[in-house]
C-alpha cells in the first residue's frame, strides 16, 4: 500500500539555523509533491508545489528537492525564525492516484527557539 | 475576505444526531475537497467534487453524504453520528495540479 513519511519526532532548532525536513513515500509515482505548513487551530497553508520532472524549488526562506529515484523530498527552512514554529506537512499527488486526491503525510513539527 | 470558509466551527452533538457543515469558496476553483484530521493529526481524502460533479469518493461510511449545489458550495452531511466520527473536518478548494486552499476546519465532537 501507498506510505508517505515523515519524521514524527519534533526538530527543535536554533533560530538563524537552517532546519531541514524529510518527507519519504513508497509504492508511489506522484506528478508532484507539496509542502504544506499548520498552525494549531488552523487549516493547512499551502507553501511550494515541486513536479516530478523538477529537481528543486524555491520560494523566499524556503527550498525544496525532490528525487523520484529515492523516492524523497527535502524541505528546507533557511535562516530560521520563531514564527517558523508550525507542524509541516508533505502531499503527494498525481497519475498512480484518481485526479485530485492529494495524499498528505503525517506532519514533522518545527520548534523554533530564540 | 475569506478565501474558504466553513461553518459551523465547532460542533457538539450526540451520538444518533444528524448534522451538516457548510463549505463555501470565493477563489473560483473547479474543485473541493473534504478531508478528515484525526487526533493523531492525520489528513485523510474523503471526497472531491470538480463543477459540482463527485470525482473521488473514498472508503466513506454511506452516512457521510457530500453534497455540492454549485462549484462555489460543497456541504458534508452526516447521519447518525457516531463517536468515532469525532475529528477535525477541512473543506478545501484548488485549480487544477496546484496547491490547495483549506478552510479554518470545523471541530465535530460527538458525545
Known amino acids: 500500500s501507498q506510505k508517505i513519511e515523515q519524521n514524527s519526532e519534533a526538530l527543535n532548532i536554533q533560530e538563524g539555523k537552517t532546519a531541514t525536513l524529510t518527507c519519504n513515500y513508497t509504492?508511489?509515482?506522484?506528478?508532484?509533491l507539496q509542502w504544506y505548513r499548520q498552525d494549531p487551530g488552523r487549516g493547512p497553508v499551502f507553501l511550494l508545489l515541486i513536479r516530478e520532472n523538477e529537481k528543486e524549488k524555491r520560494k523566499e526562506r524556503l527550498k525544496v528537492t525532490f528525487d523520484t529515484t529515492l523516492k524523497q523530498s527535502l524541505f528546507h527552512i533557511t535562516a530560521s525564525q520563531p514564527a517558523d514554529s508550525a507542524t509541516y506537512l508533505c502531499a503527494l499527488g498525481g497519475p498512480t492516484d484518481s485526479w485530485g486526491k492529494l495524499q498528505f503525510g503525517t506532519g514533522t513539527q518545527v520548534v523554533v527557539t530564540p | 475576505d475569506t478565501a474558504v470558509s466553513q461553518t459551523p466551527k465547532y460542533l457538539v452533538t450526540q451520538m444518533g444526531n444528524d448534522k451538516s457543515i457548510k463549505c463555501e469558496q470565493n477563489l473560483g476553483h473547479d474543485t473541493m475537497y473534504w478531508y478528515k484530521q484525526d487526533s493523531k493529526k492525520f489528513l485523510k481524502i474523503m471526497f472531491s467534487?470538480?463543477?459540482?460533479?463527485?470525482?473521488i469518493n473514498e472508503t466513506v461510511p454511506n452516512r457521510f453524504s457530500p453534497k455540492s449545489p454549485d462549484k462555489a458550495h460543497l456541504n458534508l452531511h452526516i447521519n447518525s453520528l457516531e463517536l468515532g466520527d469525532s475529528a477535525v473536518y477541512f473543506c478545501?478548494?484548488?485549480?487544477?495540479?496546484?496547491?490547495?486552499?483549506f478552510g479554518s476546519g470545523t471541530r465535530l465532537t460527538v458525545v
Open positions: 467534487y470538480n463543477n459540482k460533479e463527485l470525482i
Open positions: 509504492n508511489y509515482s506522484p506528478a508532484y
Open positions: 478545501a478548494s484548488s485549480p487544477s495540479d496546484y496547491g490547495y486552499t
